[in-house]
């Protein structure tokens, strides 16, 4: 569509250029936090590591894990084979770290960067890096700079702002690290780069003899909820299929998880949809929710306000379904259809194939 274009050719304009230092010249080095469930590294985590790599060419890398038990050494494991550009996997075994809370992997990444002075620190723009790097970001006193989706030299970073409606390139002068957040959906793994069994990184204890665990205690780990399902992750599906307020109530979100059922997809829903109670909050797209950007993006009832467009507008192909021609998501999607959401959504049902 030729909004779309329009909207795109907007954003890639660059709206605001801070530029200030003279070329760095030392060299580049790069501590990864990285996010570990059941034994892997999480897919973001592995992004990070992509996006590290556009740093710079002679850049060496390292990953941190923390936590306790078996699972994180087979974490550490994966990590260290999970990207050829890993050349060091570094782990902090310890029960401070048994939840990723963020005062204790803060002052752990202060520990790391006083002993090794890496030049850049990068985690994903997940809830964990968002919880963690800004706060080691201030006991290291410095500016980190958040959701970057472009890396164009070691310290030059694009990233969006006005709910992603324009992109400004920031240059960082600030003393090191330079500490960044990026968003993983800008800068996805290749399956070649994913799993490398070519080059497998050291893995190594981090020294934790100087680590005061008794002076974290202001937040404690209560329990951890979270939908029991069989579905994909909203964040890396190839498919999402996204409700808004025009569903109308919870019941009828259970239509939308039947079509994301068949299409092997993942639920997604408006902020709208979120405080209707029609579904959990863990499932928001958008702005002050997850950024996604599948392979197939399909809105029922969704309005397209500009901050939700902001967490799907890289989606590679987006399908709206609303009643209203004027509706702002069809100037976003790639394929429209003014429609009533409840007849459309049962037709889908009856006329797609079960899934295998
Ligand atoms: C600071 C801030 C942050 C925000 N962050 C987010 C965010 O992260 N994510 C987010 O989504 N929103 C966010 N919002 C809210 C956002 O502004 C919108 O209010 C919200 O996205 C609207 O959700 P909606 O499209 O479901 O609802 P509505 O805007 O009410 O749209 C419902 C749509 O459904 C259509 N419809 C109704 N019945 C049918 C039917 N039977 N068949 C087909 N179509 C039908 C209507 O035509 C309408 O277009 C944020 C707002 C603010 C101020």
Not at 173 to 188: D, E, H, Q, Y
Not at 189 to 202: C, E, I, L, R
Not at 300 to 325: E, L, W
Request: proline share 4%; net charge negative.
């Amino acid at each position: 569509m030729a909004t779309r274009g329009m909207l795109r050719a907007l954003a890639k304009r660059t709206l605001s250029q801070f530029s200030v230092s003279n070329s760095i010249s030392r060299s580049i080095s790069t501590l990864v936090l990285a996010e570990h469930e059941g034994g892997s590294v999480k897919a973001p985590s592995v992004s990070a590591v992509e996006a590290a790599k556009l740093l710079g060419e002679e850049n060496s890398i390292t990953m941190l894990l923390a936590g306790s038990g078996s699972s994180l050494q087979e974490a550490a494991e994966h990590a260290a084979s999970c990207h050829p550009s890993v050349s060091q996997v570094l782990v902090a075994d310890s029960d401070a770290f048994a939840y990723p809370l963020a005062e204790p992997w803060a002052k752990l990444v202060h520990l790391v960067q006083q002993r090794d002075d890496y030049s850049h620190v990068v985690a994903a723009s997940s809830s964990f890096g968002k919880n963690i790097l800004p706060r080691a970001a201030a006991l290291l006193d410095v500016s980190p700079i958040t959701d970057v989706t472009d890396i164009s030299g070691s310290h030059q970073f694009v990233r969006p702002i006005y709910a992603g409606n324009a992109l400004c390139t920031v240059r960082y002068s600030g003393t090191t690290p330079c500490m960044l957040t990026i968003r993983a959906t800008s800068f996805p793994v290749t399956p070649d780069s994913a799993d490398s069994k070519s080059n497998v990184a050291s893995i190594s204890q981090v020294d934790l003899s100087t680590f005061d665990k008794d002076s974290i205690g202001k937040s404690r780990y209560v329990k951890l909820t979270s939908e029991d399902t069989e579905r994909p992750d909203l964040g890396n599906a190839r498919i999402v299929v996204t409700g808004g307020r025009g569903l109308k109530s919870a019941d009828n979100f259970k239509m939308l998880e039947k079509l994301a059922e068949k299409l092997g997809a993942a639920v997604g829903a408006t902020r709208a949809a979120v405080d209707a109670s029609f579904v959990p909050n863990e499932l928001q797209v958008g702005q002050t929710g997850k950024i996604v950007a599948p392979e197939l993006y399909l809105a029922f009832g969704v309005s397209g306000a500009i901050q939700h467009i902001a967490g799907m507008r890289d989606s590679k192909i987006i399908v709206a379904v609303n009643k209203d021609a004027d509706a702002p998501i069809f100037q976003v999607a790639d394929y429209g259809l003014v429609g009533d959401l409840f007849e459309v959504i049962p037709e889908l049902l009856e006329k797609l194939p079960e899934k295998k």
